[in-house]
């Protein structure tokens, strides 16, 4: 898997953008298998959010769903516990050597999150400039596009 | 007697992990209690709910945690019917997806819900949700 895009090729394998909103469809989930698939497999990936799903990981979330009144004592996590995790189990540190599992970048833009409210982001979460966008896809050997306004 | 909310469903699906238990259907069930009791009619993508043998919904391994992080509709819609809903399942939306004569959720019934404004005088609400 490559770690730079110098000699070794893309800096990514996958690149994964998600702009279509949350609570509308199966995207997120459906995002979410495909990433920890990818990462499962060895993968170096980056997932870049715009829009609603770019409050997925705002730090107000914690790591707990309210509580379900109809089952006390389920524990629900929230995206932004479930995205924490896979951050934790993917680091994306360029040190670390290849293959020993997959690699998760996960990039927020900043004027989606910022216009949301959702500036306060968990640690692991990038947030960077809609600009910042094309160069990321121009740096990952694939990009899937999961859309909608 | 009619229950006090006629709600109409005609799209399912709308979220995975992000909604969890918190689905349509869990709404459906508090409005159940709060309001005099819910009956449903389901249209659409939301006919498959009422599909008897779908099996639970995939976990997701991203998760790595218990399961229940995506919604599962049929248990939902079994609960509601369990709690006293009566559920209706348009027939022409089931046809439309090749499941005319498939089995549907004990308590589910089939009928061509473009008939079912006809109910709508019984009920003091009529919630599309």
Redesign the interface.
């Known amino acids: 898997m490559a770690l730079s895009d110098t000699e070794a090729g893309p800096r990514w394998d996958l690149a994964l953008v998600l702009t279509a909103p949350p609570y509308g469809s199966e995207a997120l989930g459906t995002a979410l298998r495909l990433v920890e698939t990818a990462l499962r497999r060895g993968a170096v990936a980056l997932v870049w959010t715009c829009g609603y799903n770019t409050m997925l990981t705002q730090t107000a979330l914690g790591d707990a769903k309210p509580r379900d009144p109809a089952d006390w004592h389920a524990e629900h996590p929230t995206t932004a516990g479930i995205i924490a995790g896979l951050l934790a189990r993917h680091p994306d540190d360029p040190a670390r050597p290849r293959p020993l599992g997959g690699a998760l970048t996960w990039y927020v833009c900043r004027f989606c999150a910022l216009d949301r409210g959702a500036g306060e982001q968990i640690d692991g979460v990038r947030t960077a400039s809609f600009s910042r966008l094309g160069g990321c896809l121009r740096r990952s050997a694939k990009t899937l596009y999961l859309g909608g306004a | 007697m009619p229950a006090g909310v006629l709600a109409v469903i005609e799209r399912g699906?709308?979220?995975?992990?992000?909604?969890?238990?918190?689905d349509l259907l869990?709404v459906c069930?508090g409005l159940h209690g709060a309001l005099g009791g819910v009956d449903l009619v389901l249209r659409g993508s939301a006919v498959t709910f009422a599909l008897a043998g779908g099996g639970v919904p995939a976990e997701?391994?991203?998760?790595?945690?218990?399961p229940?992080?995506?919604p599962d509709p049929r248990a939902g819609l079994a609960g509601l019917i369990a709690a006293g809903s009566r559920v209706w399942v348009d027939e022409p939306d089931l046809r439309a997806i090749g499941c005319a004569d498939a089995e549907l959720l004990s308590g589910a019934e089939r009928r061509d819900t473009d008939l079912m404004s006809e109910l709508w005088p019984e009920y003091r609400e009529v919630w599309f949700l």
């Open positions: 699906y709308r979220g995975s992990v992000e909604v969890q238990y918190g869990y069930r997701l391994a991203a998760a790595d945690t218990e229940g992080v995506v």
